[in-house]
């Protein structure tokens, strides 16, 4: 069945959201705020429906109109990009309304603006299709590939080595001995990752163990191991960092002692620390402790890091009243209990950042029962694609 729907909003994920006539809720990939537009109901629902766009009868002024060809999650591609930070705002504002969270501070963290071009680590898959090799990322729901011979996501030095790998890989998938074919195909998949100091990496499969990536965040330097999260948009990825450095400087007076917790290689508790600061660092991962040792002896930072847990380890993990907690988990957010642990603690500040405004939200609320959420700032980490990065700052309550 096909109907006309006004788009009133496009929510988080970048669908577009309407209502039919007889009040249910429709989602419509593809659709913006201000349009009217013909859909296909693919999916129904008692309280709403998913639809496909058959047609823009009213476009959006922010438009820009028909004949591109994004790649897959690149669901703002046909959308002006200030349009995009309009409506990712407007979500993370939603969210916090909708946990009932009040801010004294909101905004955005300014970056340099790099629409396209900006990811320094992507993946792509690769299978046989019709007979024949593709490569590039998987559409959903079906799980297709759609190939890509140009990322317009990817940065231009990957692109400009994209022909080369693409060739590499075809060929070890078509020629040569059997094993060796069979054995690529058992992969699946080519990480490519590039930095200013490193160059195009390239692996398929698991990464290497004896590869890492040489990173520079606020004149600090970083060694990363291959299969190691970094942020993807360094522009972007420097602004976080500066605002989290800016923040816990106008305090250290107060909580010069760092917690960073979820710390990965370091880079949020090495960045704010001095020569003489209490840094302390708690992942899970061994690989990526390793790594922070290592990045603090390198920039003069006196650490002790730990690869724990944190969620089965909150007994072991000491915050005192000159602590300032940083948090960076997963898009999970944080394990259970630990947010009520900290709304516990005695840390006069947290900082939260986070890569899901839902989890991130669903903490706060939590850790709103000891603290006052002084700041949300965000940044527009992923250009044209659904997400973004938030960071909120909570002062612990009187």
């Known amino acids: 069945m096909t109907s006309t729907v006004y788009i009133a909003k496009n929510v988080y994920g970048g669908d577009g959201l309407g209502r039919l006539g007889d009040g249910r809720v429709v989602f419509v990939p593809g659709a913006f705020a201000g349009e009217n537009v013909k859909a296909e109901i693919v999916d129904e629902r008692r309280r709403f429906v998913k639809a496909r766009l058959v047609e823009v009868v009213e476009p959006s002024p922010a438009r820009l109109g028909e004949g591109r060809e994004p790649i897959p999650g690149m669901v703002y591609a046909n959308l002006r990009y200030e349009a995009e930070l309009d409506a990712k705002e407007s979500q993370l504002k939603e969210f916090l309304d909708r946990a009932r969270l009040d801010c004294a501070s909101f905004g955005r963290i300014a970056c340099e603006k790099r629409e396209l071009n900006y990811r320094n680590k992507v993946v792509y ?225 947290i900082f939260y950042v986070s890569c899901d405004p839902a989890t991130l939200t669903r903490d706060l609320r939590i850790m709103s029962r000891g603290y006052e959420l002084e700041a949300v700032r965000w940044v527009d980490m992923f250009p044209r694609t659904a997400r973004f990065e938030t960071f909120a700052v909570l002062r612990r309550k009187a």
Not at 128 to 134: A, I, K, L, P, S
Not at 162 to 176: C, D, F, H, S, Y
Not at 261 to 273: E, N, R, S
């Open 125 to 349: 898959h690769f299978a046989r299709q019709r007979g024949q090799w593709v490569l590039g990322y998987r559409v959903e729901p079906d799980h297709e590939i759609m190939d890509v011979a140009e990322d317009p996501l990817a940065c231009r030095e990957i692109n400009a080595k994209l022909p080369e790998i693409r060739a590499n890989v075809m060929r070890l998938l078509t020629q040569g001995a059997e094993a060796v074919r069979r054995d690529t195909e058992r992969k699946g998949n080519v990480t490519i990752r590039f930095s200013p100091k490193s160059g195009v990496k390239w692996w398929l499969g698991d990464a290497p163990q004896d590869i890492s990536i040489k990173e520079v965040t606020c004149g600090k330097a970083f060694d990363v191991p291959a299969d190691g999260f970094y942020q993807v948009n360094p522009a972007a990825g420097e602004s976080l960092v500066a605002a989290v450095v800016a923040e816990y400087a106008k305090g250290a007076d107060v909580a010069p002692h760092i917690l960073d917790l979820y710390c990965g290689v370091g880079v949020f508790g090495i960045c704010c620390a001095k020569a003489d600061t209490r840094l302390v660092g708690v992942e899970s991962g061994r690989r990526a402790i390793d790594f922070a040792k290592r990045n603090a002896a390198a920039n003069g930072v006196k650490g002790a890091f730990f690869a724990e847990q944190v969620g089965r380890n909150m007994r072991r993990i000491k915050i005192g009243l000159q602590t300032t907690v940083i948090l960076d988990p997963p898009r999970g957010g944080l394990e259970p209990r630990v947010p009520e642990w900290l709304a516990q603690s005695r840390a006069p500040r």
